[in-house]
Every structure is written in C-alpha cells, then in structure tokens.
C-alpha cells in the first residue's frame, strides 16, 4: 500500500513540474511578443555620400593631386590656357614648357575622371536604390571609377590613330595637348561641383544642370579647337564629321546605355 501512495506522489509531482514549465514557456513567449509589438517601428537613414568612405578617399586623393598640379605647375597651366585659344603653327624654342611638365596636365585629367564618375555613382544609386544593397559601395565606385578612365583612354587611342592617318604630326600633338588641357579645366570645374554634391547634399537637379553645362561648354570649346586646328584645307572638315560623331557622341552613348545594362546584371545576378 506504502508504495502505491509513493508512486501516485511522484507522478502527480511529476504533472505539477511539466505543468509549471510549460505556463513558464508560454509566459516568455507572450512577452517576447508583447516586447516585439511593443513601441514604434525605426525608418532607415538615408544614405550620404560624405559618410561612405570610398567616397571621401576619392576626393581627398583629388584634393592632392589638384594641389600638386597648382602648386608646382602655375606657369605650365596659365600657359597652357593661353595656348588654347591661340593657333601656333610650330612651338616656340623660348616656351616655359616640356615634355615632363604634361604630368600637371595629366593630374587635373585624373581628377576629372574621378569627379565624373562620382557624379556617376550619385545618379545611379540614387535612381535605382537597390544598387546600394547589391554590391559593396567600393565596387560600385570602382565600376564608374574605371569606366570614365577606360573612355578617357580610348579616345586618346582613337585621336592619336584617326589623326596620324589624315592629319600631320604637328596637328595631331596639338589637339592631344589642347584635348588633355580641356579634361584638366573641366576636372577643375567639376571637383568643386563634386565637393558640393557630397558634402553639402547638392540637389540632384541643380547637380545634373551642372555636369550637363560643363559637358555642352567642353564640346563647343572641342568644336572651336577643331575648326582652328583642322581647318586650313577643306578635307579638315572630315575630321569634324569624323570627330563629332564617332569619338564624341557614339563613345558618351555607349558609355550611358552599357553602364545602365551592367547595373541590370549586377541587380539581377548578385
């Protein structure tokens, strides 16, 4: 009889420990929801351009580069912009300039290429959000980083071929001077239009206008240097068809709807 009493205690015991831990795991879980449910839903921040990194190394390394170009290349560049709006048929033995001096040039080219790709970077993300949570921001900025580099260098590749075939020598280190002089004034122009679209969140429409009126004053100076420069006998005027069509609109083109393409394929495949 003894042990009969002992096994029903136990086993009511045992119901009484089950019973107590599942009120206890039903409690927790009511007020984990309750905690869940609880308060008011958080909204993302925006994304900023002057809080991302890759973005602000960027534009740092052009600060150096235009500091360097300026601080060691005053007479090169005033010069130079001199020249551009001057036609000389053969250089001058007393000019203030030499081949190693093209490296302030050079500089004030690779800040426009940055700049424009940032203004690239800015377009796109800012049109297609889900850009930003596809891939890591510093591929992006490499993408546009190393697309305006590759058009740079492939019109220099197409101006030096087109105008050894057509052109004499003399004309073909003329316009590459006066197109690399061009990049570097525009480079100037668009960094600090670059510096207001990152740091100080310029508006998208007042920051497009720019990039466009810099854009529509770099081809008609183009124009203007092409016409002084090709245009002593009249077989010039087929390197402006050549020139206006081919190596200005088609590459910008190209340029536009490939990027737009590969912005597909990185949404679609990553």
């Not at 310029?202 to 854009?215: D, K």
């Amino acid at each position: 009889m003894s042990k009969e009493v002992c096994h029903t205690g136990f086993s009511q015991l045992h119901e009484l420990y089950e019973q107590h831990v599942e009120e206890t795991d039903s409690a927790l879980v009511r007020s984990m929801e309750v905690r869940e449910a609880s308060g008011m839903a958080g909204e993302p921040l925006p994304y900023l351009m002057r809080a991302d990194w890759p973005v602000s190394c960027v534009t740092l390394c052009c600060f150096f580069l235009i500091i360097y170009a300026v601080r060691n290349g005053r007479k090169y560049l005033y010069q130079h912009f001199k020249d551009f709006f001057r036609q000389k048929d053969r250089a001058g033995l007393f000019d203030d300039s030499s081949n190693s001096d093209f490296r302030y040039t050079l500089a004030l080219s690779c800040v426009f290429a940055v700049s424009a790709g940032i203004f690239m970077f800015d377009y796109f993300t800012e049109t297609n959000p889900r850009l930003l949570h596809t891939l890591p921001h510093t591929w992006l900025l490499g993408i546009y980083l190393g697309s305006m580099f590759a058009l740079v260098s492939i019109k220099w590749i197409s101006y030096r071929f087109i105008n050894w075939i057509f052109f004499e020598r003399e004309q073909n280190k003329r316009w590459i001077t006066a197109y690399f002089d061009l990049l570097g004034g525009c480079g100037l122009i668009l960094y600090s239009a670059a510096l207001l679209a990152v740091y100080l969140d310029l508006n998208a429409y007042i920051s497009y206008t720019i990039v466009l009126s810099i854009a529509v004053c770099s081809k008609i100076l183009l124009f203007y240097k092409s016409i002084r420069n090709f245009f002593k006998h009249f077989h010039g005027i087929l390197h402006l068809i050549l020139y206006f069509c081919a190596l200005e609109i088609a590459p910008l083109l190209f340029l536009w709807k490939g990027l737009g393409y590969v912005n597909d394929l990185l949404i679609l495949n990553f």
